[in-house]
């Protein structure tokens, strides 16, 4: 892209912008909204960790085979 420093800085400016015309009562929905995501991902984060129920080796990233029936 040609203008990149002036592309991003101008589309950033713009968004302050538009944030700066928004009620006080959007940015309270935003929170709450903010707050619901917020602990569905960290519960389901919880139940369904691949960590958790031991299926990664000890350097922390390779996936171990789930213990089952061999195909």
Same mark, same amino acid.
């Given at each position: 892209m040609p203008v990149v420093p002036l592309f991003p800085l101008v589309g950033a400016a713009l968004c302050v912008w538009l944030l700066t015309k928004l009620e006080g009562v959007?940015? +309270?929905?935003?929170?709450?909204?903010?707050?619901?995501? +917020?602990?569905i991902h960290v519960l389901y984060g919880r139940r369904h960790s691949r960590l958790q129920r031991g299926e990664l080796d000890g350097d922390g990233g390779t996936p171990q085979p789930a213990a089952g029936p061999a195909r």
């Amino acid at each position: 892209m040609p203008v990149v420093p002036l592309f991003p800085l101008v589309g950033a400016a713009l968004c302050v912008w538009l944030l700066t015309k928004l009620e006080g009562v959007t940015f +309270l929905r935003f929170g709450i909204w903010m707050a619901v995501g +917020l602990v569905i991902h960290v519960l389901y984060g919880r139940r369904h960790s691949r960590l958790q129920r031991g299926e990664l080796d000890g350097d922390g990233g390779t996936p171990q085979p789930a213990a089952g029936p061999a195909r």
